[in-house]
């Protein structure tokens, strides 16, 4: 590999990081969940490490636990903050309502295809 070649690899790695980085300084989207009286801000990507914890419950048949992990992980204030501390998995698997689980999850972990569906619209 020349100098080149390796400048031209750096620049293309270092144009997917900054796409990356845009795209997690991007807006906030909003949902109200009635059932929390509260609004679960969130945005339309995350990094892969997070979907790899995601999809590694998933895989392992831990379906309901990467429901939860979803919300932990992906659940964010006005600010940007988590709402979620890792230690509230516990009870969000224990305590929470299952079907508002899924419901809130589901809009995590579709958010990206929602705004893959508004793009292709505008096309």
Known sequence: MTDTDKTKD???KQKALAHFKAKLA????????DEWDC????RATASMATEAKIMSLTQS???AEAL???IVLKSLDENGE???KDIDRIELMNQADPNVIIKVAS???NANSETIGDLEKNL
Do not use: A, P, W
């Open 10 to 12: 750096q620049t293309v």
């Open 26 to 33: 991007g807006n906030l989207f909003k949902h109200h969940i």
């Open 39 to 42: 609004d679960i801000y969130y």
């Open 61 to 63: 048949g831990k379906t």
């Open 68 to 70: 939860v992990e979803s």
């Open 82 to 84: 988590r709402l979620f």
């Open 107 to 109: 809009i995590l972990n």
